[in-house]
Nanobody, 128 residues
Framework: QVQVVESGGGSVQAGGSLRLSCTAS???????????MTWFRQAPGKERDFVAA????????NYAASVKGRFTISRDNAKNTVYLQMNSLKPEDTAVYYC??????????????????WGQGTQVTVSS
């Protein structure tokens, strides 16, 4: 699995947009390209939930029902970076967002317990 740093969070009003970034600076470009990458989020007092996943070759994406049609996950393997474009944000999207990655025999891997490298996350706050 890979260690990453998340960024791009902030405070926005409902209906606004944010783009989160997740960069893996401790691995080579070639190694990063072998990782499937996933975003999770955790709201105060709640469990960590799956948000979106992208396969290592960007051929496949998967989204939680609550964000489908509003969020878009993408990656730039040349920059060791994964993005989460979040549009039409709602107050219920307020959470700390985490990015994780790894090489697994199956995809997607949407259980938090599948991952052991977690960064600090980035806070997203959406006000009504």
């Amino acid at each position: 699995q890979v260690q990453v740093v998340e960024s791009g969070g902030g405070s926005v009003q409902a209906g606004g947009s944010l783009r989160l970034s997740c960069t893996a600076s401790t691995v080579s470009v070639r190694t990063f390209a072998t990782y499937d990458m996933t975003w999770f989020r955790q709201a105060p007092g709640k469990e960590r939930d799956f948000v979106a996943a992208i396969s290592r070759n960007s051929g496949s994406t998967n989204y939680a029902a609550s964000v489908k049609g509003r969020f878009t996950i993408s990656r730039d393997n040349a920059k060791n970076t994964v993005y989460l474009q979040m549009n039409s944000l709602k107050p219920e999207d307020t959470a700390v967002y985490y990015c994780v990655g790894g090489s697994f025999p199956t995809w997607p891997r949407i259980r938090p317990n599948d991952y052991y490298y977690w960064g600090q996350g980035t806070q997203v706050t959406v006000s009504s």
